[in-house]
């Protein structure tokens, strides 16, 4: 090897990629006819350039196919959200609010009050009435003012009446929610001052004693 051999190395990778001066491309084009030394040496770095573009083209691919997959994630995650949010609106459309009916939800002779011996009271349900599982209690203060059902927690002195209001319920949010408790707590009279529990009927205006502090 001597100092020629030193200067056209230098030129070698330029002249690989064919980035050379026309006059320099021509020495380095002499110089390997003649050298073995750096015609190898020109082998080796056209192999190096192969191999880095085969590279090139596999990161590529790696990449597209992870595009790819994160594109059929994020449309099944779409896919799932619309979904569960068509089922839950399903829900919130069927049950919306409506006016209490006493006859057409049975109400009348299947949802009842027991008191316990210990002075709690509950709200007891049987499966002939219809529409139960959304029964809830809602606090009515001596100025008629539905104060709803979180007054329960509040350590209220006060003589209420308890109202019970529910939500319209279809045959398909029945199978749903079948099987609740049939029984719930609502106070203990001893700890509470409500003086009756009573079901309030909106079309008929009635307001039906369920319950009265004897
Ligand atoms: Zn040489």
Redesign the pocket.
Known sequence: ??N??DI??DLLPLYAENMCSNDSRQAVAE??AE?E??RNELKKINTDVAIQADSDVSMFKRIKKRARIEKVVISIVSIVFVLSALWYAQFFLINTDCTMDYEKYNLAENVTVEVDDDGMLWLCVNDEAACYDYIWPTLVDANGIKVGEEGFDKNNKGSYDVTLCHRRVNELAMIMFYGNEKRTPLFNINEKDFKSVKYYDEKTDTEYVLWERG
């Open positions: 090897m001597n020629k051999c056209i190395k110089h390997i050298c030394s750096c």
